[in-house]
């Protein structure tokens, strides 16, 4: 998936790829760049502000805080990214005889591909696992400074859209799920960290 995803970002963009792209892609109403995926967020939680009282209510503002000085990659080097290339999932990419095959491309389009790596890398649970994925991807691709500076950041954005919704199904639903596991902070950074002392040593 590194070496696929490497290869898409090192094709040549040019004027026909003009639609912004990188968001998560299941709303029409929020499609086009990864700070969709945050604005998003921010209306799954404000559609529930009233209901968070009592102990919940610090943990939220916390959250939607975290959500609102979130890094959308603005700035960062763009390339035509898919917007959900995440290995694993049959909704996304699928093993054939050839290899991954990638597909559902809603999100498709023009931004920064650092958000595509960042969510393929927050799928590794196992921090070490980031390293063959990332080596694969600079076969194409060279990271620079400034993104890995912000890779930790960065990676957040698909699991804080993800955090902000599972906790308003949460309240909604009178669900218990572990909402704010998507989005753990330790996590993130500790991939980052991973990839950052292999790339510079």
């Not at 892609?25 to 760049?33: C, K, L, T």
């Not at 404000?46 to 890094?71: I, M, N, P």
């Not at 799928?123 to 890779?151: F, M, Q, S």
Request: hydrophobic letters at 40%; one cysteine or more; a negative charge.
């Amino acid at each position: 998936m590194g070496d696929l995803l490497g290869r898409l970002h090192a094709l040549p963009v040019d004027d026909s790829v003009v639609r912004p792209g990188g968001a998560e892609g299941g709303d029409p109403s929020r499609e086009g760049s990864p700070r969709q995926d945050l604005l998003a967020a921010l209306a799954f939680l404000d559609s529930v502000d009233t209901k968070v009282t009592g102990a919940d209510r610090e943990r939220f503002e916390q959250l939607r805080d975290r959500v609102r000085s979130a890094d959308a990659g603005d700035g960062l080097p763009e390339a035509l990214v898919h917007g959900n290339f995440l290995a694993g999932d049959p909704d996304h990419a699928v093993m054939t005889e050839r290899g991954p095959l990638v597909v559902n491309w809603k999100g498709s389009g023009r931004g920064p591909r650092l958000a595509d790596l960042g969510w393929v890398l927050w799928g590794c649970w196992n921090d070490a696992d980031a390293i063959p994925i990332v080596d694969a991807y600079r076969k194409h691709v060279e990271l620079t400074a400034e993104e890995l500076d912000r890779l930790a950041a960065v990676m957040a954005i698909r699991p804080l859209y993800l955090t902000s919704f599972a906790y308003r199904r949460n309240i909604v639903k009178g669900w218990n799920e572990d909402a704010l596991g998507f989005s753990e902070p330790a996590h993130l950074e500790a991939v980052a960290e991973t990839v950052r002392k292999h790339l510079t040593g």
